[in-house]
Structures are given as structure tokens and as C-alpha cells.
């Protein structure tokens, strides 16, 4: 080699690995499931980031009750190890890094992980991935939790306190701002009530550890966050992020050592701001989001999953999934990214916005802190974050911020995209008996004198405030279900209803409603009371923000509102409207189970003598559907097109119009 081919080779630049490479997947049956992950990985994928369906998420069998029209719908369901089995099947899981976006259940589904796993002959210290188990943001946002705070904290604790000592690459708390942005937080909000979590759980930590083990146990405590279209702000949030969690582990915990003060983490960009109207813009949104995630070398995510171009449609199909893959497959092997440092350093511009954010976010901590920290402050947080959405969405209809396709360049060609199928994929309605009578199956080969005792030691040890890892995985050898699990829990600790975030009392945000406010005014005195709304959430959907923000405007409008939280039956809805004389009924469904639901609300309706009480309903809902539900009776569909609440408004004043129904 002569010495300019050395220079040369010298000269070159060494480039980063690239991040990992996940799509968030599951549907249908862990047996679909696993052959989506496998082809996923045959694709290029580098890790697996699993996706649950909602009884599965809340602690229920997939034959209970409360599951019924949810199964396989977001995610896949996992009722005991069996199905844990067959959706790693042929997936070395040693060799593989997992994501599981799960939180209530999280110590049972990490417990149903590593048996699998040492089924597989895997050496157990070597497995790598992140288990989510954050309860407060699900009080927050997302809606999945099971029980009271302080026991969800202290079982938070306990899987990281039992992974730190057996499964030490194992990242046991992943601290999700992600569904913080989905719900209205601004990013001073977002930093602040996500570092304020990480405080309450590394609190909880601290006594349980040697203190020259702590900062270790600091260093495996992940991010999962959200990257908006505003990408610079975005940016420097994760900038800000960086900054202000290393100035927390060194001044509150005194954490020296700088590797264990690194922000590591996961990132799904924003599915909030992707829209029902020209999908096909989608995919720039995406692109433009995973931007703010990867051009900053200092702040760049350890891993990003990209949603669908689609998924305010439904449920995406492979070929969509696959689009989002390649996408960061480009980023990261085509480009020359990977190979400059920070392209940001030294810029007065993102220099100054950094630490604009931080001194927001400083500011909300102190806040935060003088109420008791993230757990005393569940309430304000939640209401915050309704106020922050509500003010967002004011802006979009106010047309002060501009979204392409919905409240500006409307006009357009039809999509090719949408194809025959719909442009999604549909879960087959036979999916949900065919994996009742697996679960029966199961039951009925176990040996149920073992799945007994592996209860009764598992309730021993969440009563006598034990760590529930141990006797978590005895029970998942011993056959127990997700269901089973749960109910100790629920038998211990309790269940809990977090704050909805919507107050009985008008907002200071009634600025341009004096005609629908006056309209309201006018047909309550037809009907001689005020215009009852009940808002209910049939299922177990725990995405609230429609819900709430439905609640708030008509609050506004001056209706007389009762909205009591999610997870509620379509008999617990039905009683409502009963006892309150509603005059109309809403219903927020996201999860795809529309239809069965809605259907058991519709007949409870009309066997209670309501049937003339019309319903409206708001969610995901494909065109095909909403035929269905309009031939149910259902007087109103809206889905995520439909975002000018005003319109809603006066649609609800006219249905609950006397005067609107006797010209029918």
C-alpha cells in the first residue's frame, strides 16, 4: 500500500452503528404475531418491540367479560407461557433485543419472558431489552393501569430491583413521555413530568441497593419519548433532555461516574399528528419527525420505531410496516449521517431554545416537587395536560396551526394507496373464540393443585411487601394466567379510577361559543332542564383524549356534562344515561372494537326504553363500520377527520332539539 492509499484510509471517517431498527408489531394471535416478527427481522429489523392487546395490557383472560371485542385488536394476546412460547418460537431470544410496551402487567409478562427464554436454554444474564412499566404516565394518558399508585411504584421497583441482580442488560423501567406529547403536553410539560417519574421510581430505588450499587441501577433506567413535526423544537428537546437528566443524577444522587449518567433512549414518532385526511402526507410527517431523533449526535435515540403511514386509518398491513423500516434503513446506510459529529454544537440558535426548555422544565419540577413529586401531583398533571390539549386543538380549528390536508390544501387528488382492501388490515372476528378455546385448553392440561399453591405464594408475597419477581416466573412455570396474575393484584392492592381531568366548572376558554353557548340555553328550555350529555368509554381503550376533549367543549357550551373515566361497561354506561335522563349519549372507542360494543349498548338501550336517546360515536372507525353502527341506530360517526369540536357541538344541540325529533 503506497502512503496516500495510508493517508487516505487514515482520513476516512469512522461512522456510528446505527440505532436499533424496530416497527412496534403484534395482532391477532401470538402465532400471526411471530411470523410477522420473523419476516420484520428477515426484512432488516434489528430488534422487537411488542405491541399487546388491551386485556392483556389491563390483567384479563382473553374470555373474561370486559375482554370482549378487544382481543387481538392493538396487540397481541399473551394469556399464560404457552402463548408467550408461541410468539418467540424459533426467535433466539439470548440473541435478540425486545421491547415490551407493557405496564400494568409488566412484572408478569417479563416473568412469562425469561421462563420462555430459559426454556430456550438461554443464559438468562445475557438478555437484552426494556420492558416499559410505567404506571404514572398511564394515569396520565394512556390508561392501562390496574391499581393505586404506591403499590404500581413499588412493584416498578421491585422489577428493576430483580433484574438489576439477575438480569443485569436488561433495562427494567423505561420512563414513556411518548403518550405525555399524545395527550396535549407541551415540551416543557413533557420534560418535566417524565424526569419527575424517573425521580419518584429512582427514589423508591435508592433504599433497596447498596449505595455503591445505585448508580449502576440509575444507569439501566431508559426513555421511551415522542418526536413532533416541529423538529428543531423537538430536537432540542432531546438536547434539553440530556442536559437535564445528567445535571439530576449528579446534584440529586450524587452519581460521579458519566456513564452511568448517559439519556438512553426509544423513540416512536408522533401518531397524533398523522391524519384520516390525504394519508399519503403521513409519510413526509414521519420522516420529518425521525429527524429530530437522529440528526443530533448528542441526543440521538438508541432506538426508533416509526408508526404507519396509516395508522389513523387502522391497523397497518406488513407492506405499510416494511415502508417505515426502509425509511430508516435509508437514514441510517445511505446517508453520510453516521459519520460527523454533533452537527449542532456551538449553534446560538439551538443553544438558546435548549435552554429556554430546561428553565421551563426546572421551573414545572419545583412545581411538581412542592406537591409531593409525581405521585402527588397525578391530579394536576392530568389536569394540565387536558388544558394543554384543549389549547392545541383551539389553535388547529382556530387555523393558527396549520395541519396540510385538514385545515388548509384540503382540495387534493384521491389517494392511490387506498387500496381494495381499505389501505389497512382487519382483524378476523373469529381470532377472539379461537384463542378462548386455547386459553380452555390450557386450563384444562395444567396441574391445578401447582397453579394453586403458585398463587397463594405469589399473594404471600405482595402482602407481605416481598419483591413479586420470584414467585411472578414460579407462577408462569406453574401455568398461571394473565388474568390469574392480575386478580391477585387487584385481591392485594386494590383497583384504582385516575382523575379524568375534566372539572365540572366552565374553563376561561369560551371565547367564540356565545352562539352555541346561546343555543344550548335555547333547547335546554325546550326541554325543560339543562341539556344532559353522557360521555362514556366502553372497553377497555384507556385513550382518553377525544373523550375528554368532547367533555371539555360541551362543559363549555354549557351542557350539563357527566364523563366518569374509561374502561366502562356498555351496562355501567347504560345505567348512567338511566339515572342521569340523558337527553344524548356519546361513546369514544380507539381500539377497533366498535362494533360488538356498540352493539351490546344499542339492544341494553333499547331494553331500557332508550331507544329513542340518540347516541353519537367518535373513534378509528373504517367507512364499512360506520354504516354498521348508523344501521344500529347510532346517530352520529365521527372519526379523527372530524376534528372541529364546534361542529360536534351543534350537532349534539340539534339531535337533543324536541323540536328535531318530532320532525323525524
Not at 367533555?551 to 339515572?579: H, N, Q, S, W
Not at 377497533?592 to 332508550?610: N, W
Request: contains cysteine; charged residues 25%.
Amino acid at each position: 500500500m503506497s502512503q496516500t492509499q495510508k493517508n487516505q484510509t487514515l482520513d476516512k471517517p469512522t461512522k456510528d452503528r446505527p440505532w436499533l431498527i424496530r416497527t412496534y408489531a403484534g395482532h391477532s394471535t401470538a402465532k400471526a404475531s411471530n411470523a410477522l416478527y420473523r419476516s420484520n427481522l428477515e426484512k432488516g429489523q434489528t430488534g422487537l418491540s411488542v405491541a399487546f392487546d388491551l386485556p392483556t395490557q389491563t390483567g384479563y383472560d382473553s374470555d373474561h367479560i370486559l375482554a370482549r371485542g378487544e382481543v387481538g385488536k392493538v396487540g397481541v394476546p399473551v394469556s399464560h407461557l404457552g402463548d408467550m412460547r408461541t410468539l418467540f418460537d424459533q426467535i433466539p431470544l439470548e440473541q435478540m433485543n425486545t421491547s415490551m410496551t407493557i405496564n400494568a402487567t409488566a412484572p408478569w409478562l417479563l416473568a412469562l419472558y425469561i421462563a420462555t427464554a430459559e426454556e430456550q436454554g438461554a443464559d438468562v444474564t445475557k438478555l437484552q431489552g426494556t420492558v416499559q412499566n410505567d404506571l404514572i404516565k398511564e394515569y396520565l394518558s394512556r390508561g392501562t393501569y390496574i391499581c393505586p399508585p404506591e403499590p404500581s411504584l413499588k412493584m416498578i421497583a421491585d422489577v428493576a430491583e430483580y433484574c438489576y441482580t439477575n438480569v443485569p442488560k436488561w433495562n427494567p423501567m423505561n420512563v414513556c413521555s411518548y403518550h405525555l406529547q399524545e395527550a396535549g403536553a407541551t415540551p416543557e410539560q413533557e420534560l418535566a413530568f417524565a424526569l419527575a417519574t424517573a425521580i419518584a421510581v429512582l427514589d423508591a430505588l435508592k433504599p433497596r441497593v447498596p449505595a455503591k450499587d445505585f448508580p449502576a441501577l440509575a444507569g439501566r433506567i431508559s426513555f421511551f419519548v415522542n418526536a413532533g413535526i416541529r423538529f428543531v423544537t423537538e430536537m432540542c428537546k432531546m438536547r434539553a433532555f440530556v442536559d437535564l437528566w445528567d445535571e439530576i443524577l449528579v446534584e440529586r444522587y450524587g452519581v460521579t461516574d458519566p456513564k452511568f449518567r448517559r439519556f438512553r433512549y426509544g423513540v416512536q414518532v408522533n401518531s397524533l399528528g398523522l391524519t384520516e385526511q390525504q394519508p399519503e402526507n403521513n409519510v413526509y410527517r414521519i420522516l420529518i419527525e425521525m429527524l429530530a431523533v437522529t440528526l443530533s449526535k448528542k441526543a440521538r435515540a438508541r432506538a426508533v420505531q416509526l408508526p404507519a403511514w396509516n395508522e389513523a386509518l387502522g391497523l397497518p398491513r406488513p407492506w405499510d410496516q416494511q415502508w417505515s423500516m426502509r425509511m430508516q434503513q435509508i437514514m441510517a446506510f445511505e446517508t453520510d449521517l453516521l459519520e460527523y459529529d454533533d452537527l449542532f454544537d456551538g449553534n446560538p440558535a439551538v443553544d438558546s431554545k435548549v435552554e429556554e426548555l430546561k428553565d421551563g422544565a426546572r421551573r414545572e419540577l419545583a412545581n411538581l416537587e412542592s406537591m409531593g413529586g409525581a405521585i402527588g401531583a397525578i391530579d394536576y398533571m392530568k389536569s394540565r395536560l387536558v388544558d394543554s390539549n384543549a389549547e392545541r386543538l383551539n389553535r388547529i380549528e382556530a387555523g393558527e396551526t396549520i395541519v396540510v390536508g385538514v385545515n388548509k390544501f384540503q382540495k387534493g387528488e384521491p389517494s392511490p394507496l387506498m387500496t381494495g382492501d381499505g389501505g389497512i388490515m382487519v382483524v378476523d372476528p373469529a381470532v377472539e373464540q379461537e384463542q378462548i378455546t386455547r386459553l380452555n385448553q390450557w386450563r384444562s392440561q395444567r396441574d391445578n393443585a401447582a397453579v394453586e399453591k403458585a398463587l397463594a405464594d405469589l399473594r404471600a408475597a405482595a402482602k407481605g411487601g416481598k419483591n413479586v419477581m420470584p414467585a411472578s416466573i414460579a407462577a408462569a412455570k406453574a401455568g398461571v394466567t394473565t388474568g390469574e396474575w392480575a386478580a391477585q393484584m387487584r385481591v392485594v392492592h386494590g383497583e384504582y379510577r385516575g382523575p379524568t381531568g375534566v372539572s365540572g366548572a366552565p374553563s376561561n376558554k369560551t371565547e367564540g361559543l356565545d352562539d352555541l353557548r346561546a343555543a344550548v340555553d335555547a333547547v335546554s328550555d325546550k326541554l325543560g332542564r339543562r341539556l344532559k350529555f353522557v360521555i362514556g368509554k366502553p372497553g377497555l381503550d384507556g385513550h382518553s383524549n377525544g373523550a375528554e376533549q368532547i367533555a371539555f367543549r360541551a362543559r363549555d357550551c354549557g351542557m350539563d356534562i357527566t364523563y366518569d373515566g374509561i374502561r366502562l361497561t356498555p351496562e355501567e354506561i347504560v345505567t348512567k344515561a338511566i339515572e342521569d335522563a340523558a337527553h344524548v349519549v356519546g361513546l369514544s372507542i380507539l381500539s377497533g372494537s366498535h362494533i360488538p360494543l356498540i352493539d351490546d349498548l344499542m339492544q341494553r338501550m333499547r331494553d331500557a326504553g332508550l331507544g329513542d336517546i340518540p347516541v353519537i360515536v367518535g373513534g378509528i372507525i373504517p367507512d364499512d363500520d360506520a354504516e354498521r353502527l348508523r344501521a344500529m341506530g347510532v346517530a352520529r360517526v365521527y372519526t379523527p377527520k372530524d376534528f372541529e369540536l364546534n361542529t360536534i357541538m351543534g350537532d349534539i344541540v340539534t339531535l337533543a332539539n324536541p323540536s328535531s325529533v318530532a320532525a323525524q
